[in-house]
C-alpha cells in the first residue's frame, strides 16, 4: 500500500502534495487553496491502479470537487483513463511545457456530439492539474437536476441556449480550467466571445466514427439526435452530416484544431483505433505550436 501510494505521488508530481491525506483504501486526497484567489478552493481524490497484467498499464482515477463564494462545494466530475507509464510521463511533460504559457487561461473543447470533449477534456485537466466542467452537466444543475433530453422536452432549445450561454458566462470569469462545451455551443456568436477569453480546441472527428460511438453508447441524451425511424447508425450519421453542414464554420472559429483523421495518418492507424490519451498528446503538440507562437509575437489567442 505505501509502494502504490508512493508510486502515485511520484507519477502524479504534477498535484501539488503539500497537503496529501492517505486513506486506508489507497485513495490520496489533497485540497488545494489558490493563495492569489482565496475564493476558490479545489479538492482533488487521486487513485492509481496498477493493473497485474501489464505492468506498463495504470488506470488513473480522479475526483474533483471545486467551490467557491458563490458556488456549493459538490463533486463536479470523476472519471478514469487508462495509459501507460510512458505516455502519462510524456503528457505529464507536455502539460508543464504548455501550462506555463497558457498562464491560467481556460481550455474549452468544442466539436461535434460524441467527438470526445468530455473523454479528452478530463485528461486535458488532469495532466494540467486544471479542473474540469462540462458545460451540459452545470446547465442540468442550473436547471435543478433535470437531464439535457428533458430541458429540451419541457422547455425547449431556446430554453437550453440560454442557459448554456450563461454558463460560459461564468466559466468565463474563472481560470485554469479545462471545459467540455455542448456540441451547439458554437452556434451563438456570444459564446464565442466568452470562450475567447480562454484557448478554444475543436476536436474534429469524421462523422461516421462520431455515429458509431453514438450508435454504441445510445441516442437517449442527446435529444437532437432524437425522432427519426429507421436504423440507428443510418439515421443518426444523416442527422449528424446535416448539423455538421450547418455547423461546420462555427467549429472553425476555434483557435486550435485537432484532426482524428491526421493524427490517423500519422500514427498508421484507423481513426477508431485512436485512443483518448493519443487525441489529448496531439492536442498538448497543437497548444504548444499556438501558445508559443502567440508567446512570441504578443498576440491574443
Ligand atoms: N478516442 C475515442 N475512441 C473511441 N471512443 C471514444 C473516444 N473518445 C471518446 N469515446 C467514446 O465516445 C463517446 C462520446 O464521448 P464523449 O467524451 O462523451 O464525447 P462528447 O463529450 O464530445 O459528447 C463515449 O462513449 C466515449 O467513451
Ligand atoms: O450538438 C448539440 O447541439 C448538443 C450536444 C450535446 O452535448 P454533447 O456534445 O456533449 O453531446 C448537448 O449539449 C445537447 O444535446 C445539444
Redesign the pocket.
Known sequence: MEARVSQSLQLSSWINSDKVVRKPSGLLRFSEKWNEKPRHRIVVSCHLQPRKAARSDRRVQLKVSCSSQNVQASVLESGCFSASIDEIETLKNKAEEVEEYLDGRCVY?V???????????RILAETLGYSFF?CDRLIEQAVGGTTVAEIFELRGENFFRDNETEVLHKLSLMHRLVV?TG?GAVVRPINWRHMHKGISVW?DVPLEALAK??T??GTKSRPLLHGESGDVYDKTLKRLTTLMEKRGENYANASARVS?ENIALKREKDV?H???TE?TLEAFETLEVLVMFCFCYALDM
Open positions: 473543447l466539436g461535434m456530439m460524441g467527438s470526445g470533449k468530455t473523454t479528452v477534456g462540462d467540455s456540441g476536436l460511438r453514438i454504441a453508447e482524428l477508431s485512436i485512443t483518448p487525441i
